[in-house]
Antibody
Framework: QVQLQQWGAGLLKPSETLSLTCAVH????????WTWVRQSPGKGLEWIGE???????NYNPSLKSRVTISVDTSKNEFSLKLASVTAADAAVYYC???????????????WGQGTLVTVSS | DIQMTQSPSSLSASVGDRVTITCRASQFVSNYLNWYQQKPGKAPDVLIYAASTLQSGVPSRFSGSGSGTNFTLTISSLQPEDFATYFC??????????FGQGTRLEVK
């Protein structure tokens, strides 16, 4: 069973870059897509994007211009950077894992504990 | 993007009630439809994946059905620990993965 532990700065000023990292414990790092999701009261759950062991990425088109998701296979970690944050980016950010999709089996099986990000000058 | 619409947005029910939540996709998603339960301050947990497959460890009172664009989550007999928020999610067309807006299940 994969376990995810995430960390990063929780208080940012407008225009700064959000940076979060998620460590993967257990399971095979090669068997999953590694994902970031955020949740705010106004917008519910929003998928940010994902990467895999090879560094292939998929991003939400609504955030693509500001998002970078990267992977460090030597540490079994993956990271999120979101540039030029505004108050609209305030949310709880989660890392999550999903196995490669097969016959409808394509869900987020493990989640990190969440990081509350506040944006304030 | 595929839009996911859940109904109702909130629901009041009592222990022992049978509850049904629906999720409609704006486009065909086959059976790439998942249901999650979220309790306050916690990350979501998967209940049902592939529209109708119960995640290991999830009580059998939870069930899912549907295919294509219309899906339902049913709780056959509500237990106290089931009062939470429920989300549907499509993973048929990535990017992006999209979620329903959530259904808050409250005690009547």
């Amino acid at each position: 069973q994969v376990q995810l532990q995430q960390w990063g700065a929780g208080l940012l000023k407008p225009s700064e870059t959000l940076s979060l990292t998620c460590a993967v414990h257990g399971g095979s790092f090669s068997d999953y897509y590694w994902t970031w999701v955020r949740q705010s009261p106004g917008k519910g759950l929003e998928w940010i994007g994902e990467t895999n062991r090879g560094g292939s990425t998929n991003y939400n088109p609504s955030l693509k211009s500001r998002v970078t998701i990267s992977v460090d296979t030597s540490k079994n970690e993956f990271s999120l950077k979101l540039a030029s944050v505004t108050a609209a980016d305030a949310a709880v950010y989660y890392c999550a894992s999903r196995q490669y999709c097969s016959v409808g089996r394509c869900h987020f099986s493990s989640w990190g504990q969440g990081t509350l990000v506040t944006v304030s000058s | 993007d595929i839009q996911m619409t859940q109904s109702p947005s909130s629901l009041s029910a009592s222990v022992g009630d049978r509850v049904t939540i629906t999720c409609r996709a704006s486009q065909f998603v086959s059976n790439y439809l998942n249901w999650y339960q979220q309790k306050p301050g916690k990350a979501p947990d998967v209940l049902i994946y592939a529209a109708s497959t119960l995640q290991s460890g999830v009580p059998s009172r939870f069930s899912g059905s549907g295919s294509g664009t219309n899906f339902t989550l049913t709780i056959s007999s509500l237990q106290p620990e089931d009062f939470a928020t429920y989300f549907c999610q499509q993973t048929y067309n990535i990017p992006p993965v999209t979620f329903g807006q959530g259904t808050r299940l409250e005690v009547k």
